[in-house]
C-alpha cells in the first residue's frame, strides 16, 4: 500500500484530505506544526477511528531537515502547509516568502534527493487576480495582488522549474475559493455564519461587489485525490473550480435569509483591502480537470452551505466573533 504525506494536515483542507484518504484505505501521514502544546490543529477532533489510522509527525515546514525527514519513505506528498490569510500578509511579508516560498523549495529539494513519486503543490486562485478574462483558465497572467498571492505565485514557479529542469513528477493543484467545516474565520464565509449565529444584527464585512468561485471543501478535497490518480497530470497545473460566480453581498444576503432575516451588512474600513490589492472577480474554468480526471462538483452553493452553517451552529464556542481576524 502505497504511503503518502499531507503538509498542513492540520488545517481546514488539510485535515478533510487525511480524513478522506484514510476512509479511502491510505497510509496517511500527517505533517503538523510543532507547538509546545502537541495541538494537532483540526487533527484533533476527529473520530478516534481514523486519529488511530494517522501517523502524525510535527515539524516545521520552513525546517529543511525535518520536511526532508517526514519525507522519508513517502510515495506521495500533498503539500498544503502555508500562510493564506491575505490581510496578515500586509503585515507580515517575510513569514509569508519564509513559509509558503521555502517551505515549498524544502519539499521539492526533498522530493529529488529522495525519488518521491508524485508531488502536489497547493496553489490559490489569488495566483490570478482579477479577472481579465472569464472563466479563468490555467494560460491566464499571473498578477499578485498581495504578498499571499505574490510568494504562491513562487512557490508555484519554482514547482514548475523543478519538473522542467528535474523531471520532479509534479502538479500543481489551484483551487478556488474553498469553504466549508473547520475554516478558520479569516475567511468571508465564516466570518459571515458566525456573527449570525452570535445573534449580531450588524453584520461587519468589507467590500460587498467582488465575485468568487466558491468551492465546497469535499469537492476540492477529491479534485486533489482525482489529480493524483493519473500521470496525465504530471507537470501541469489544474484548477478545481465550480465555473459559477456570486459576489460578496449576494452570499452574505443569503446566508442572512437563512439565519437571521432582521441583520444589516455594515461595510468596515479597516475589513477593506488597498484599492489595488482588491481582486474583484474569480470565475474559474473547470474545462482541464475534467479533460484530465473524471472529477465534477458534488455540491451545490446552497447544499455546502446548509453543511457549514450545521457545523458552526455545533462549533459556535471556537469562534472569536468580536475580534476581527485578519
Not at 515549498?104 to 489569488?126: D, H, M
Request: charged share 25%; hydrophobic share 35%.
Amino acid at each position: 500500500m502505497e504511503k503518502i504525506l499531507i503538509t498542513g494536515a492540520d488545517g481546514f483542507i488539510g485535515s478533510h484530505l487525511v480524513e478522506t484518504c484514510v476512509k479511502n484505505g491510505k497510509r496517511v501521514c500527517a505533517f503538523v506544526f510543532y507547538n509546545s502544546f502537541n495541538n494537532w490543529g483540526w487533527l484533533d477532533t476527529l473520530p478516534k477511528e481514523v486519529l488511530s489510522e494517522i501517523e502524525v509527525i510535527t515539524g516545521d515546514i520552513r525546517d529543511p531537515n525535518g520536511v526532508r525527514t517526514a519525507m522519508k519513505g513517502m510515495d506521495e506528498v500533498y503539500h498544503l502547509a502555508a500562510l493564506i490569510a491575505i490581510p496578515f500578509s500586509y503585515h507580515s511579508p517575510d513569514t509569508y516568502v519564509d513559509t509558503n516560498i521555502k517551505g515549498t523549495l524544502n519539499v521539492l529539494q526533498a522530493a529529488r534527493e529522495l525519488g518521491t513519486k508524485r508531488i502536489l503543490v497547493t496553489s490559490t486562485s489569488e495566483v490570478y487576480g482579477t479577472a481579465q478574462y472569464v472563466p479563468i483558465d490555467e494560460k491566464h497572467p499571473y498578477q499578485g495582488q498581495s504578498p499571499y498571492s505574490a510568494t504562491k505565485i513562487g512557490a508555484d514557479r519554482l514547482a514548475e522549474s523543478f519538473y522542467r529542469c528535474f523531471n520532479l513528477p509534479v502538479t500543481i493543484v489551484r483551487p478556488f475559493n474553498t469553504y466549508g467545516p473547520r475554516q478558520s474565520a479569516r475567511a468571508v464565509i465564516p466570518t459571515i455564519i458566525t456573527q449570525l449565529l452570535a445573534g449580531k444584527e450588524e453584520i461587519r464585512l468589507g467590500s460587498l461587489t467582488p465575485t468568487r468561485d466558491f468551492n465546497y471543501v469535499k469537492d476540492t478535497v477529491n479534485g486533489f485525490i482525482k489529480i493524483a490518480t493519473t500521470d496525465k497530470t504530471i507537470g501541469e497545473e489544474i484548477n478545481i473550480a465550480t465555473q459559477l460566480e456570486i459576489s460578496i453581498g449576494e452570499l452574505a444576503a443569503a446566508l442572512i435569509s437563512q439565519i437571521n432575516p432582521r441583520a444589516k451588512i455594515i461595510c468596515e474600513e479597516e475589513r477593506l483591502r488597498p484599492e489595488k490589492s482588491e481582486v474583484n472577480r474569480l470565475l474559474g474554468s473547470n474545462e482541464k480537470i475534467k479533460a484530465l480526471t473524471n472529477w465534477k462538483p458534488q455540491y451545490s452553493l446552497e447544499q455546502g452551505l446548509k453543511e457549514t452553517i450545521a457545523f458552526f451552529r455545533e462549533n459556535s464556542g471556537k469562534y472569536k466573533t468580536d475580534i476581527y481576524n485578519i
